[in-house]
């Protein structure tokens, strides 16, 4: 089983750091059952989270985007 970091965020988010990766899965590269063998907390938001309440930035304007496509 590989070993994973549960790190939970202040905006309640949470995420899962692999901290070591077992054998089986750098031959294969599929996924086995996490193994959650630390617990984090952080007292800042997440990524996603902060880039939210920042905005967009000033040269936005400036970036051609296809419109179609969901992100």
Known sequence: ????IQRE???RHMR???SR???EYTITHKRCKPNVAHFEHKDIDCGECKSRQRGAVPWE???RRDKSQVY
């Open 1 to 4: 089983m590989c070993d994973y």
């Open 9 to 11: 965020y202040a905006c």
């Open 16 to 18: 899962w750091i692999a």
């Open 21 to 23: 990766w077992c054998r």
């Open 61 to 63: 304007h400036m970036i």
